[in-house]
């Protein structure tokens, strides 16, 4: 296949990057069918739903299980999708135009070997994290994941807290120097949670099995008999029998002769981990009004259902939420790569270049539903990325579901501002459905 020579880019490091455009088109195009067939958008989409339970594609994937009518059916919930569609009846006749743009979405998600050679990268893509009880009780969890607002020195400081059975606040994370991280393949592909969230509960449950070894030896139990909860090994039964991780920490460094000779005193693992294939999933709907005078696009609602299997936060899942919204209203009506005749762009600071700000992006409802994967440690799925993938096409068919007012309509491009919308309108109402 030939390919052309252009000044122009093609493609940039962005998020969801190579996923936006397919997931555009293809969901324009389920709009434009139900149009043509006088058919509601949703139900179309309900009919075409594969099923909730594991799932083989038609390209292989290998689907973990998830919420893909649930999801779509809350977001018509959070809605009042029926009343919504009967407000939007009134509302034209009165001279105003209100859309409403639907996309549900599935992400391949945890990029490791499995799903890397899925997509034709038959390469090894693995994580690795070290954990290790420090003198004074504390821990410090080693990770080659880069945190560019991810939140991972909240959610990954979790994983390990839990895992280990001690407290959030005695727990440090630590990661972006190759000088003193293990191995990872990095920070991509919504995989951070899963892999690095597999790695540490992985080390995290051998540094736990060290703990209690050392406790049951410091208070003359049998190891199946403690139980070890917020940085406390306790006796069952007994409760007030207990020592501290701090003590049996302490007492592993520096216990001498008197530490049980199957347990070393360092109390640190370092574990590998490489996920199987696992898909998040959601809906987003988008509510606009279009002036048809002058081509402006008020975005009135956003609400989102997101499942990313068992979440670690979700506050952060929300937040990851919130900013990739807005990310794919910035490419469905802001963002352009222009350039002059030349082939120079036009937009190379951001002074020049148009992207949504807290005047532009309105609130956001989130909802979530939690369909644990049978293929991650812990049951968890990547997320974020999908709401950049799925914001854009649910923005383009809300415009272009209230250009429909006018008469045949088309989007063939992103972004839409208010010319393109004023040429869709005109096109509209000559029939002719593509702007000249």
Known sequence: MDTALTNHTPAGAYRGVGWTPGHNAREIMIDEIARELGMDPVELRL??????????????????????????????????????????????????????????????????????????????????????????????????LHNHGQAHETTLAQVAADALGVRLEDVRYRSNDTAMTPYGSGTFASRCAV??????LRAGRDVKEQLVRMAAH??????????????????????????TVAEIAAFAHLGGMNRPDDVAPELTATRAYDPDETY??????????????????????????????????????????????????????YEELAYNEEGQPQASTLMDYLYPSTT?????????????????????????????????????????????AFGPVEIAKTPVGPNEVLELIDAARSGTAIPA
């Open 47 to 144: 009919k075409n739903c594969i099923p909730d339970a594991p799932y083989v594609s038609a390209t292989g994937m290998n689907y973990d299980g998830g919420s893909y009518r649930a999801a779509i059916h809350k977001t018509m919930e959070m809605l009042d999708y029926t009343k919504l569609r009967a407000e939007q009846a009134e509302l034209r006749k009165q001279g105003r135009y209100i859309g409403i743009g639907v996309s549900p979405y599935v992400e391949p998600t945890a990029w490791g070997s499995a799903m890397a050679g899925k997509n034709g990268f038959p390469v090894t893509y693995y994580d690795s994290a070290r954990v290790i009880v420090e003198l004074d009780g504390t821990i410090t969890v080693t990770t080659g």
């Open 218 to 243: 410091m208070m003359e139990v049998n190891p199946n008999d403690v139980d070890l909860y917020d940085g406390r090994a306790t006796v069952k039964g007994i409760p007030e029998k207990s020592v």
């Open 195 to 200: 892999v690095g969230g597999g790695s540490i």
């Open 280 to 333: 998040s999933n959601g809906s987003i709907v988008a509510v606009v009004e279009v002036d048809p005078e002058t081509g402006h696009v008020e975005i009135k609602k956003i609400v989102c259902c997101e499942d990313c299997g068992v979440m670690l936060n979700p506050m952060v899942v929300a937040g990851q939420m919130h900013g990739a919204i807005a990310q794919g209203i910035g490419g469905a009506m």
């Open 360 to 404: 532009e992006v309105p609130d956001i409802d989130i909802a979530h539903l939690e369909t644990p994967s049978p293929n991650t440690e812990g049951g968890i799925k990547g997320m974020g990325e999908s709401g950049n993938i799925a914001a854009g096409a649910a923005v383009v068919n809300a415009i272009a579901d209230a250009v429909s």
